[in-house]
């Protein structure tokens, strides 16, 4: 596709529900990043991944959250027992390659967990 | 403990005057700089960027200062207009690579008519 597309662009939950959000990147990127952003915070980096190997996992907050990249294309990011504290808007990005600093980002999942 | 800082939470700057948004970094090893642009509900979108062998970048409108002895940088927009209205993130990194740019809470600018 012509951007990075996220889906859903909303998501409401109860909490103690798994979630799935989804992202396909820029065709041909094969870097793709996970950033959350909390309300009145900067960017948070979650995971990074260069085709379908994740050598970065340090910014992923729990072991309630993982991530997948199949076919070095689309990721999942999973949320699993949802807490209050994870609400907030989680962004996708990906670039040509790891050693790129210009991300091009979708537009975000707004998750709310109730 | 907040690599990157970027103190002023939103600035109100004239249409048609100078903007100057601040950003303040603590970690040393970074030697890349960059600003992101982001309209509500979209995602960041790239703007200007600078490497540390350099003091100034430009690009139209804009132009990145960086200061390394202060460990400071600063985005200059003029004029602003008023589709300059968004929040600004800056973000650093080491040795290049996005995975280990860190960013700033962001400041929302706000260009009045």
């Known amino acids: 596709g012509a951007g990075v597309s996220q889906s859903p662009s909303n998501k409401v939950t109860e909490k103690g529900k798994d979630v799935e959000l989804r992202c396909d990147p820029i065709s041909g990127h094969t870097a793709l990043y996970w950033y959350r952003q909390s309300l009145g915070q900067g960017l948070e980096f979650l995971i990074y991944?260069?085709?379908?190997?994740?050598?970065?996992k340090s910014g992923l907050p729990s072991d309630r959250f993982s991530a997948e990249r199949t076919g070095g294309s689309v990721s999942t990011l999973t949320i699993q027992r949802t807490q209050q504290e994870d609400s907030a808007v989680y962004l996708c990005a990906s670039s040509s390659d790891r050693g790129e600093e210009k991300l091009f980002f979708g537009s975000g999942t707004q998750l709310s967990v109730l | 403990d907040q690599q990157v800082k970027q103190n002023s939470p939103s600035l109100s700057v004239q249409e048609g005057r100078i903007s100057i948004l601040n950003c303040d970094y603590t970690n040393s090893m970074f030697d890349y700089f960059l600003w992101y642009k982001k309209y509500p509900a979209e995602g960041p979108t790239f703007l200007i960027s600078i490497s540390s062998i350099k003091d100034k970048n430009e690009d139209g409108r804009f132009t990145v200062f960086l200061n390394k002895s202060a460990k400071h940088l600063s985005l200059h927009i003029v004029p602003s207009q008023p589709g300059d209205s968004a929040v600004y993130f800056c973000a650093a990194s080491v040795g290049g690579g996005a995975d280990g740019l860190t960013f700033g809470k962001g400041t929302h600018l706000i260009i009045q008519p």
């Open positions: 991944f260069q085709g379908n190997s994740a050598p970065d």
